[in-house]
């Protein structure tokens, strides 16, 4: 079954269509049995405030994740849990309101300038979304080398993003200076413990590991911020300028085919090559010692593993940027789409991820818009009055309330759920729907095991190949490693594009793209992926121009706020599991490391 | 006034997040030749050992980083530089709410962005507005934003003044547009700033305060696959002009940038880019 909330069924040809066609308002959630649910665990929860050691706990802001989020959670200090939390987003200009208000009227081509200053971290995703959905609506195809064009330069992005946040962002609350202050009975275990990956990294100890990644003094952050650079200069060999490229155009990319720039982009994949092999192995032996100095570290920042992915880099001999088409170039993207919700694969087709997505505001610093001009898709699926297609932006700021409105992020559901997007729901989906689009990755089974195998050619290091097992579920942990593994992944996926770039330019295929045309009336999609995670843009032209225009984040997916069924976003879900293991001496010295390590494996 | 740097070991830089997309800051971490690591380390000749307070990159969080920010309001960590990226929110159109929030005060009020610029911006040696939202307005005051968000010298006023600098009447907002801008041009400001706050350097400055020596090429809003290869016949004469680095030293290490390399120019360096040089962007059929 694809949906289980929402009204939707599926015909023997796979088509998608109402349960009930005569219901006068199929997408009424007000039936919805987990609102009462929501409800009750709201006055149990009051009831249980009134326990002296039950103490609301607040950080504002959240630094390292963009800074601009601010965190209240219940903790019950007794027994060491959050037992509520709610995140607020406290920033409305720069995030995707801002840009979809400014948008309306534009020409449709300047949404690819507009969209991609949503975030300065992965403005090469929104601009490729952005060119997307404009293609969808033009009707044509870019030519194969523009589509390896654009895979390079995201992989680069991808790169820098997931290395970024390995040392700069989560990276710090894993280093001696965090552990030796909030761990302490670690830091003493982690000198005593030897690191099994010492042939891949050289470091002998854990705690020269943690040592290494100490901000600023550490030579494996030190590392991270040049290696990230050159995923930064991968991205601005394609993409002209990063952050915001230059060179994204409706129908391909404006850069000259020439082989320096891909020689470039190739000296900086062999480089990456090297460094991801140590750089998985790095993470491999921190998370291990961290589950084995507490095996209740499993159990932080834990998910029941609602994962969503539209893929990303796309096949040149199959992308033609048709809806119609989406299900079967999206499968062959070199990462898949997929959804899987506890553990079930729902679907790996892009059009039921599309008339899937409800947008709520009912907990936002945004009003309601009133139902919409779009009742299905392209293919006659129902879309439902949340859809972003459906959707008008409209802020509405409001105090703080954390039971009314807290957030200026909107709550994204995906068959009303709360979805986790991101490196670790990519690797996930690939491995369990068969990974087949890459030749260096495979997806793997060892006993009971699914995983993914990553193979890496020999560089100045030996040839390897990287194991990655599907976690028991999502943790804090699990998806900082996945990350180090994307890097891998992603590293591979340029080799192998640069290796069909050449081969075009040898063959003298070096169209870079082609004409188009805006419509006058049509709506569209573009579907990509940042390092941080899932990234659509929903259009709407009208009369040649943009009519609407509907940004959704992987930081809108994740750090959203409760929806209007009640259910909390992804990090207060994750927080609310999330056993409090911080060693502090006096409650006076808590300061919430564990949350943080929680809200930080996500990539805001 | 004399100013303290010069026998100082060490400057705070105390950056501040408006309206943006954090998108120079990622362009400042991208920056290697030096890299803003190259400062924090004191590895540069005779520019003081930064103390970088970034709440992108800061070890703490809440209180305990908000805890820097009132320090310096108060006198207390000094000297700093102040940078700010992203745009200033008109907070007094966001009702009961608030646009950009940092922090919440003693009686639950929001503390905005703007309410940190009103204490800090007094107390710096030196106040540097990184990027075009910064500088004047850029993107969150692009037509539709309701935000009435603006650039840090309109809204502290041109005769706006921080502390430092060789003369008495101190220096005022240094702006780096561009959006982003390069991050080694923006490292090298800041160097340059540094060396000036230590009377080594005059700190020129043109019109719109920019670093002149770094704002002195000017190019056109282009549209993609126009200028290269260089397009013949396309008509440059009725372009305005644009006042960017790029086109000449590349985006980084000397290499992309914009139309040098086939993309587009949409002079993002300029203010109100969005409204008035997007339109001369567009993809044009004839190239
Ligand atoms: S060349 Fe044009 S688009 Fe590129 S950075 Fe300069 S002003 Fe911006």
Redesign the pocket.
Same mark, same amino acid.
């Given at each position: 079954m694809v949906f289980k909330n929402l009204p939707i069924k599926f015909d023997v040809y796979g088509r998608a269509h109402l349960r009930d066609e005569e219901a006068s308002d199929p997408f009424d959630y007000t039936p919805d049995p987990r609102i009462q649910r929501a409800l009750n665990r709201e006055r149990t929860l009051e009831k249980l405030s009134s326990n002296p050691n039950v103490r609301p706990f607040e950080i504002g802001p959240v630094t390292r994740t963009g800074g601009r989020f601010a965190l209240r959670t219940v903790i019950d200090f007794d027994q060491r849990r959050a037992l509520d939390a709610h995140v607020e987003c406290g920033q409305f200009a720069g995030q995707s309101g801002a840009c979809e208000m400014t948008l309306n009227g534009h020409e449709p081509s300047d949404a690819i300038h507009i969209s991609s200053r949503v975030c300065g971290s992965s403005s090469g995703a929104h601009a490729i979304a952005s060119a997307m959905a404009l293609e969808m609506a033009a009707g044509v195809t870019p030519p194969p080398l523009a589509v390896l064009a654009r895979n390079l330069g995201s992989c680069g992005e991808v790169i820098s993003e997931c290395v970024n946040h390995l040392f700069l962002l989560a990276g710090p609350d894993y280093s001696e200076g965090a552990v030796s202050r909030t761990n302490l009975s670690f830091w003493g275990k982690a000198q005593k413990t030897p690191a099994a990956g010492v042939n891949a990294h050289g470091l002998e100890t854990v705690a020269d590991i943690m040592r290494g990644m100490n901000p600023i003094s550490g030579h494996l952050y030190l590392e991270a911020l040049q290696m990230a650079r050159l995923g930064r200069e991968m991205a601005t060999l394609m993409f002209g300028?990063h952050p915001h490229p230059?060179t994204i155009v409706p129908g391909g990319i404006g850069i000259e085919a020439n082989r320096e720039v891909f020689n470039q982009v190739l000296g900086r994949v062999n480089a990456l090559l090297d460094y991801s092999k140590k750089l998985a192995v790095i993470w491999d032996d921190l998370v291990d010692f961290f589950y084995d100095a507490e095996p209740r570290y499993r159990r932080v920042g834990e998910l029941p593993g609602n994962l969503i992915s539209v893929g990303l880099w796309d096949d040149p001999e199959g992308y033609d940027a048709s809806y119609a088409n989406c299900n079967e170039w999206g499968m062959r993207r070199m990462s898949a789409p997929g959804v899987i919700i506890n553990g079930e694969i729902r679907t790996d087709r892009l059009s039921d991820i599309n008339i899937g997505i409800e947008e709520f505001v009912d907990h936002s610093y945004y009003g309601q818009w009133e139902g919409g001009q779009v009742p299905a898709d392209p293919l006659s699926g129902p879309v439902s009055p949340w859809h972003p297609w459906n959707k008008e932006t409209a802020p509405f700021p409001t105090p703080r309330d954390w039971k009314e409105r807290y957030s200026w992020n909107t709550a994204p559901r995906w068959d009303r759920e709360a979805m986790e997007t991101g490196p670790l729901a990519r690797l996930w989906i690939n491995a369990a729907g068969g990974a087949q689009n890459c030749e260096f990755i495979k997806s793997s089974r060892r006993s009971s095991q699914r995983g993914l195998e990553i193979f890496l050619p020999k560089g100045q290091r030996p040839a390897t190949t990287l194991q990655w097992s599907i976690p028991e579920r999502p943790n804090a942990l699990e998806r900082n490693r996945a990350r180090a593994y994307q890097v891998a992944y992603a590293v591979m996926v340029a080799y192998a594009d640069l290796l069909k770039a050449f081969d075009c330019i040898r063959q003298g295929e070096v169209t870079m793209s082609v004409r188009f045309l805006h419509p006058d009336r049509k709506i569209s999609v573009g579907f990509w992926e940042s390092g941080r995670g899932m990234t659509t843009h929903h259009l709407a032209i009208k009369n040649r121009v943009i009519g609407n225009y509907q940004v959704i984040t992987p930081s809108e997916w994740m750090g959203s706020p409760r929806d209007a069924i009640g259910l909390p976003g992804i990090y207060e879900a994750a927080m609310m599991n999330t056993p409090l293991l911080e060693e502090c001496a006096r409650a006076e010295d808590f300061i919430g490391v564990d949350l943080l390590r929680v809200a930080r494996s996500f990539d805001p | 006034m004399q100013s303290e740097v010069s026998s100082l070991e060490a400057v705070y830089l105390i950056w501040l997040s408006g309206a943006g997309c954090d998108g120079c800051t990622m362009a400042m971490l991208g920056s290697s030749e030096p890299g803003i690591e190259d400062l924090i380390l004191g590895n540069v000749p005779d520019v003081p050992r930064v103390i970088l307070v970034h709440p992108d990159l800061a070890t703490e969080s809440g209180d305990a980083f908000l805890a820097n920010l009132e320090q310096a309001a108060d006198g207390r960590l000094s000297p700093f530089v102040l940078v700010l990226e992203g745009a200033i929110a008109d907070e007094s159109r966001a009702g009961q709410g608030s646009f950009s929030r940092l922090g919440t005060s003693a009686d639950g009020r929001p503390v905005t962005v703007a309410d940190w610029v009103n204490r800090l911006a007094p107390q710096a040696e030196a106040v540097i507005a990184i990027g075009s939202c910064a500088s004047w307005g850029g993107i969150p005051a692009a037509d539709g934003n309701p935000t009435g968000a603006k650039g840090l010298e309109d809204y502290l006023g041109r005769d706006f003044r921080s502390r430092g600098g060789f003369s008495s009447s101190g220096l005022p907002v240094v702006n780096v547009p561009?959006?982003a801008p390069t991050g080694e041009g923006f490292i090298e400001t800041l160097i340059y700033v540094f060396l000036h706050l230590a009377q080594l350097v005059p700190l020129d400055l043109d019109e719109e305060r920019r670093p002149r020596w770094l704002y002195n090429h000017e190019?056109y809003p282009l549209p993609p696959r126009v200028e290269y290869p260089p397009a013949v016949g396309f008509d440059l004469s009725n372009r305005p002009t644009?006042k =960017?680095p790029?086109?000449v030293t590349g985006w980084l290490r000397n290499f992309g940038g914009?139309?040098r390399v086939g993309g587009s =120019?949409?002079?993002?360096?300029e203010r109100d880019f969005a409204d008035s040089y997007l339109a001369l962007a567009r993809p044009d059929p004839a190239f």
């Open positions: 300028k230059a | 561009g959006c190019t644009v =960017c790029v086109p914009c139309a =120019c949409i002079g993002c360096t």
